[in-house]
């Protein structure tokens, strides 16, 4: 008896070299092992007569007397002629997957565009492997040497079943449209990716997982990505085309196989999977799309560096070790290099201020106006590149404060080298290397030989601009003083508050020229729930109460309608001619105007008929404000003390201002009036248009322009002669205009206002 025969005597089919029999429970074949050249295996349970999990044929140990013993034959030889092109890959594969339909649609939720598919990921057609992915492996040359098929789900996950995997130079259908013959012995010693590494100078970064190196390509393409098909083929892959390139393994979590590589290679090695939370087996891949992952803001902090040039978030495992230490507390302004070298001056950064505008200057410091960056979806001010570091600025995270650690003062000191090598090129190597020194003074401790023998050399070999070294500022410190870092932070916070309170005063200035009421939200841009401009508030809201006369919009809106309802009914001015109702009512009863306004309350419907403007409120209110404005740089924040802190409000001693014209800020004359000339020109054309009433108020306009004329011949005394105040109390009994709609421009204040 054979062995074929003796393995199906106990019940067994032998279907090509795989071993199958029918399940006690479903009735179904399933396979449970397997025939090899020299042996036979059996690998599933309930395989009686045989032992699982032990190769057969070579051995004694099978329970059965009758058991003939398998005689070896000897290996055919396999020949390694496989030689077909990419072109060939191309036409006997096809373009869609499983897995690129699931690596599209995750590209397009994470990166908001379909995918790149840079290393030409192909599906297979037909047999067991359809739908398959299959990664192609093609040398730094070009040359197409094979492909990896694998099975994927619809979720991106490898199924893990038998038969989820092979290669295209052995799989039948492929091979048999190829017309190839059966065998095919390729060694793959290339890299998945490899065509990269051809005349590239980005840092290289390697993988196991060719599904890895896809994934990751996609998010940080000017990484260039490799791929070892396997955690023990990086042993076998071709090194000389990492020669001259800066080299980061990455293994998967919890190895320590690719480390030691590592250390025998003298490239770098990313431990950053290791950590409790993450799972033994576990690639980079696994977290880099899941923002709940406990190491996701770390991953991609790392691969932006990488992608940037930067190295030094990165384990190394030279002889050499950094060994930093933190020794110290101290939180004062701290740097390190000097700003001269022997007679040259070191020039320590750059920036663009001179292209931003000046919002704001007090005694210590320039405020610069910000720009919206589109991209960035922010305000930004100019930017600056600086080599000085303050080393000792402590990190801000939740919870507190903190030094910064080793990666963070790593990726500082590259900073500060190569921004020293770009301003500085004929110096920057002794500068930095005398630099160094003044760390001795600092709260920490490290090899400084490793940094200048190791850190140093990369990081003058990059040619990666220096963008994520930039900082976005909008101040200048101007000040001659020295402060600690807490009264600079103090001073400054002080400063761009003057900035903002300038900003939000002058726009309170404006609107009390426009004599209406004033929403503190919209006018001024200050929250109604936002106490840190409470005095300007406080001075808007008595506003409205006094001269308007409406605590809330809604009151005003209602004082309008009531307004309307009466003979005084008000008259606007538009941006070209004034408008008004051609039906002016007569006066109703209250019941009547409550009936056309909607407002029930009778004692609110008085109050606004009867409200009168308080003047001396409104001339203090103008007053204050037209001096806020002209001292803001000696408003002095107040900060509360007790629970959260932060400024509330500010001090300002203000004095009373004696003949000072408070609406000289505002629009002149010619910018808000119609002027002389245009006003009779506007009442002989378009006479017929217009109502009684506009007609009325233009004739008014025209003899007051004229007077305006008269008075600015006048000489003080001549003014006197004319009763001036008496003058000037009638004109605004005559233009004092209340309004009613916000979106209408209203009647500033007299022109003669203006003028005298």
């Known amino acids: 008896m054979n062995n074929i025969d003796y393995i199906e005597?106990?019940?067994?089919?032998?279907?090509?070299?795989?071993?199958?029999?029918?399940?006690?429970?479903?009735?179904?074949?399933?396979?449970?092992?397997?025939?090899?050249?020299?042996?036979?295996?059996?690998?599933?349970?309930?395989?009686?007569?045989?032992?699982?999990?032990?190769?057969?044929?070579?051995?004694?140990?099978?329970?059965?007397?009758?058991?003939?013993?398998?005689?070896?034959?000897?290996?055919?030889?396999?020949?390694?002629d496989f030689n077909v092109t990419f072109e060939q890959f191309i036409e006997v594969t096809k373009e869609k997957s499983i897995f690129t339909d699931w690596l599209n649609g995750k590209t397009n939720t994470f990166l908001n565009k379909g995918s790149e598919n840079y290393f030409d990921l192909r599906g297979v057609y037909s047999g067991y492997m359809e739908n398959s992915v299959c990664f192609p492996f093609i040398d730094i040359d070009g040359n197409f040497i094979t492909a990896q098929i694998i099975k994927y789900d619809s979720k991106g996950s490898r199924i893990k079943s038998q038969f989820s995997t092979n290669w295209f130079h052995s799989y039948k259908d492929i091979k048999k449209n190829l017309e190839l013959k059966d065998s095919y012995s390729v060694p793959v010693k290339c890299f998945f990716g490899e065509n990269y590494l051809k005349d590239s100078d980005n840092i290289v970064a390697i993988v196991e997982a060719p599904k890895t190196a896809s994934i990751l390509k996609e998010v940080y393409p000017n990484i260039d990505w490799l791929a070892t098909a396997g955690e023990t083929q990086i042993s076998t892959k071709n090194l000389s085309v990492l020669e001259n390139r800066t080299v980061i393994l990455f293994p998967d979590a919890h190895s320590s196989v690719w480390s030691e590589f590592a250390k025998k290679n003298n490239f770098y090695c990313s431990n950053i999977l290791n950590v409790d939370s993450v799972q033994k087996g576990d690639d980079i891949a696994d977290h880099i799309f899941n923002t709940g992952s406990s190491v996701y803001s770390e991953i991609h902090d790392q691969l932006t560096g990488i992608s940037d040039g930067v190295t030094g978030a990165i384990d190394s495992y030279d002889e050499l070790e950094l060994n930093f230490q933190i020794t110290g507390a101290e939180q004062g302004y701290f740097t390190i290099i000097n700003p001269q070298y022997k007679k040259e001056k070191v020039q320590l950064s750059v920036n663009n201020a001179s292209e931003f505008k000046v919002i704001?200057?007090?005694?210590?410091?320039?405020?610069?106006?910000?720009?919206?960056?589109?991209?960035?979806?922010?305000?930004?001010?100019?930017?600056?590149?600086?080599?000085?570091?303050?080393?000792h600025r402590p990190v801000i995270e939740k919870g507190g404060f903190r030094q910064m650690n080793e990666r963070e003062f790593i990726f500082q000191l590259q900073g500060c080298f190569r921004i020293l090598k770009a301003l500085n090129p004929k110096i920057y190597l002794d500068v930095f290397e005398r630099s160094l020194n003044n760390f001795k003074d600092s709260n920490y401790s490290f090899n400084k030989d490793y940094v200048l023998y190791d850190l140093v050399k990369q990081w003058d070999n990059c040619k990666r601009d220096l963008s994520i070294f930039k900082k976005v500022r909008d101040w200048r410190y101007t000040g001659s003083k020295s402060l600690t870092r807490e009264e600079f932070i103090k001073e400054l916070n002080n400063s761009r508050y003057r900035a903002n309170l300038n900003s939000k005063a002058?726009?309170?200035?404006?609107?009390?020229?426009?004599?209406?009421?004033?929403?503190?939200?919209?006018?001024?841009?200050?929250?109604?729930?936002?106490?840190?401009y409470r005095r300007l508030t406080d001075l808007a809201k008595e506003w409205n109460e006094f001269v308007i006369g409406a605590k809330t919009y809604k009151s005003f809106i209602n004082k309008g309608k009531v307004a309307r309802c009466t003979k005084n009914n008000a008259v606007h001015i538009s941006n070209t001619i004034y408008t008004a109702s051609k039906n002016v009512q007569s006066d109703f009863n209250y019941s009547k105007i409550a009936e056309i306004t909607g407002i029930k309350n009778r004692n609110t419907i008085k109050s606004f008929l009867e409200f009168k403007t308080n003047e001396d409120v409104r001339k203090r209110i103008i007053e204050d404000v037209f001096f806020i404005v002209n001292n803001i740089t000696i408003a002095e924040p107040v900060r509360q003390l007790i629970?959260?802190?932060?400024?509330?409000?500010?001090?300002?001693?203000?004095?009373?201002?004696?003949?000072?014209?408070?609406?000289?800020?505002?629009?002149?004359?010619?910018?808000?009036?119609?002027?002389?000339d245009g006003l009779k020109r506007l009442l002989t054309v378009q006479k017929d248009e217009l109502s009684e009433v506009q007609v009325k108020m233009i004739k008014a306009e025209i003899r007051y322009l004229e007077l305006l004329d008269k008075i600015k011949s006048l000489s003080v005394k001549e003014k006197d002669k004319m009763k001036f105040n008496e003058f000037r109390k009638g004109l605004i009994n005559t233009y004092f205009l209340e309004p009613l709609n916000r979106d209408v421009k209203i009647l500033p204040l007299l022109r003669l206002e203006k003028v005298v």
């Open 360 to 391: 704001f200057r007090d005694k210590l410091f320039s405020i610069y106006e910000k720009e919206f960056v589109k991209e960035e979806g922010c305000l930004k001010g100019y930017e600056i590149y600086s080599a000085q570091v303050d080393w």
């Open 9 to 80: 005597s106990k019940g067994f089919q032998i279907k090509g070299r795989y071993i199958f029999k029918r399940s006690e429970s479903n009735n179904r074949h399933k396979v449970v092992g397997q025939l090899n050249d020299s042996n036979f295996f059996l690998y599933s349970e309930n395989v009686y007569p045989f032992k699982q999990g032990t190769n057969y044929f070579d051995n004694s140990t099978i329970a059965d007397p009758n058991y003939i013993h398998y005689i070896k034959k000897e290996k055919l030889k396999v020949s390694n």
């Open 506 to 532: 002058n726009a309170l200035y404006d609107v009390l020229s426009e004599n209406r009421f004033i929403d503190i939200e919209t006018d001024l841009l200050i929250q109604s729930n936002y106490n840190t």
């Open 643 to 676: 629970g959260r802190k932060g400024i509330i409000s500010f001090d300002i001693d203000i004095t009373p201002v004696k003949d000072v014209s408070v609406f000289s800020q505002a629009l002149s004359p010619e910018e808000v009036f119609i002027p002389l």
